[in-house]
């Protein structure tokens, strides 16, 4: 599934699918790769129907164990009204979690391999900081983060130059604004870069340099920047923030806990990535070494 969600975001950002976008009348009827795009999504919209079918058949209606269950419970109460649920939407919105909370984080620990694989004393420095605050056999917990500023900052900086997100979501415009300047009229559409704010020389020390010490003070604490904003801000920041946040930190430090990465000697990984839905690295092939 993970691998259809990549395909489908890497295709968002091709030609062809602007193109698809731009003239869909025409385009449904070509042959190319835009097609792929529908026929993987459409794998895993099959793959979340199973799901449900399978959530119907030992549903609790007194004790719902997730959000299928609670969605089907609330299809059967609204039976009568126009309120969304149905399940064309309820597949949808399954996807649209599974995409955004599955697929972001795998590519944001890809990039993490990426640039600890190139500067092996930073991998290093987070498995001497993972031995001395957690050890090697016990699980790491999120109370293990407060006690590890270093693994901490590594995370952070991974977040900024992997840049998985560069233009964000579209906004639009509620009333007429004048920004910076310019201005906007109301229902204007607007993607705000967050590449700018990421790689700004103005904010950041080394800005194009991977370095995990724009998170460390003098002190080596963990210190939060202001122009950190893979989430980007306000109303419409990642609803997932903190789940990812979880689920970055506890990935990175149980993988690091338990191996060590390389590439076959003589490879040399970029840095430069392939933008689509998302930016991800190009595929490499590594060694994982059980420490």
């Not at 009204?81 to 399940?87: A, I, M």
């Not at 031995?131 to 977040?159: F, W």
């Not at 964000?168 to 204007?188: C, D, E, S, V």
Request: aromatic content about 10%; some cysteine; proline content about 6%.
């Amino acid at each position: 599934m993970l691998k259809y969600l990549s395909e489908v975001l890497r295709l968002q950002g091709s030609l062809w699918v602007m193109l698809y976008q731009g003239f869909p009348g025409v385009m449904k009827y070509l042959p190319g790769p835009h097609n792929r795009m529908f026929s993987k999504f459409n794998a895993v919209l099959d793959f979340i129907s199973q799901e449900v079918e399978s959530h119907k058949k030992d549903l609790d209606r007194s004790d719902p164990r997730d959000y299928i269950d609670a969605f089907i419970i609330e299809m059967e109460n609204s039976k009568e009204s126009d309120l969304g649920f149905t399940e064309t939407n309820l597949a949808l919105n399954s996807a649209d979690l599974f995409m955004a909370g599955s697929e972001t984080t795998s590519t944001t620990l890809l990039w993490a391999l990426v640039y600890l694989i190139k500067k092996p004393d930073i991998q290093d420095k987070v498995q001497a900081e993972i031995d001395e605050k957690i050890g090697r056999t016990r699980h790491p917990s999120m109370a293990d983060k407060l006690n590890m500023p270093y693994t901490n900052a590594v995370i952070h900086e991974i977040q900024r130059m992997g840049n998985i997100v560069p233009l964000n979501a579209p906004r639009i415009a509620a009333k007429n604004t004048t920004l910076g300047g310019y201005f906007i009229p109301k229902g204007t559409s607007l993607m705000p870069s967050l590449t700018s704010v990421l790689f700004d020389k103005t904010e950041w020390e080394t800005p194009d340099t991977f370095n995990p010490g724009h998170f460390l003070d003098a002190e080596g604490k963990f210190v939060k920047r202001d122009a950190f904003l893979p989430f980007s801000a306000g109303k419409r920041a990642c609803l997932g923030e903190g789940l990812a946040r979880m689920e970055l930190f506890l990935f990175f430090v149980g993988l690091l806990q338990k191996f060590s990465f390389s590439v076959p000697d003589g490879v040399e990984l970029s840095t430069e990535g392939i933008t689509g839905g998302t930016r991800v690295p190009h595929p490499f092939k590594v060694y994982a070494k059980a420490r």
